[in-house]
């Protein structure tokens, strides 16, 4: 059996398993851009800046999602989340006696 990277998949899977990073993962793949003051004023998220940041930073460490830092209103400092490159394909297989994981670049096409 190939090694595998146990670590790198509970990270992943950690990061999926929440309903607030799922819908955070899910209006990052409808917007360019996405930042915690934005989504914090949206009946969608009641949950804090804070608490929205944290989520943030956890899809970004699982792969998910990079950051850049930018200037928001009144020239304030903010970071923004988009998706990472074109997005990532994440395929889970269980079947008897072995299971795969993969966890890479999607290959999208463009429409």
């Known amino acids: 059996m190939a090694d ?15 309903e607030v990073r799922l819908r955070l993962l899910r209006r ?3 917007e360019k851009a ?3 003051p934005d989504l ?19 899809l970004e460490e699982a792969g998910f999602l990079e950051s850049s ?5 009144g020239n304030r400092p ?9 997005g990532r394909s994440l395929v889970f297989e269980v079947i008897e006696d072995d299971y795969l ?9 463009n429409y």
């Open 69 to 73: 830092d930018v200037r928001g209103p």
């Open 101 to 109: 994981f993969t966890f890479e670049e999607a290959d999208v096409a």
């Open 4 to 18: 595998i990277d146990y670590k790198e998949q509970v990270k992943v899977f950690k990061a999926l398993n929440s």
């Open 78 to 86: 903010r970071k923004e989340f988009s998706l990472k490159g074109k």
């Open 34 to 36: 996405i930042s915690a």
């Open 40 to 58: 914090a004023q949206e009946d969608e998220f009641e949950i804090t800046p804070e608490s929205i940041v944290n989520n943030l930073n956890q």
């Open 28 to 30: 990052a793949t409808e």
